[in-house]
């Protein structure tokens, strides 16, 4: 459930940003399967990854970061 929270998160950030699936992957150096992975929530990111997109997308972890809340979609 966290991983999919991260992965939706990322995808829109992304895609706000206007980075398509593959040129976003070859800019954080991962291959565009991961990143596929981790955008549908078939694999938790880990920090060095979390801090990469942010990085990358201009932002801060924390507004990256899935808000708290027990909210469901």
């Given at each position: ?6 992965g939706?998160?990322?995808?829109a ?14 800019e ?6 991961v ?7 078939n694999r938790?990111?880990?920090e060095?990854?979390k ?5 990358m ?7 990256l ?9």
């Amino acid at each position: 459930m966290e991983a999919e929270k991260w992965g939706r998160r990322i995808r829109a950030f992304r895609k706000l940003k206007g980075y398509t699936q593959e040129t976003f992957a070859r800019e954080l150096g991962v291959s565009v399967s991961v990143l596929g992975e981790v955008e549908r929530g078939n694999r938790m990111p880990d920090e060095s990854f979390k801090s990469q997109v942010a990085f990358m997308l201009n932002i801060s972890v924390e507004e990256l970061a899935p808000p708290d809340g027990n909210q469901q979609r």
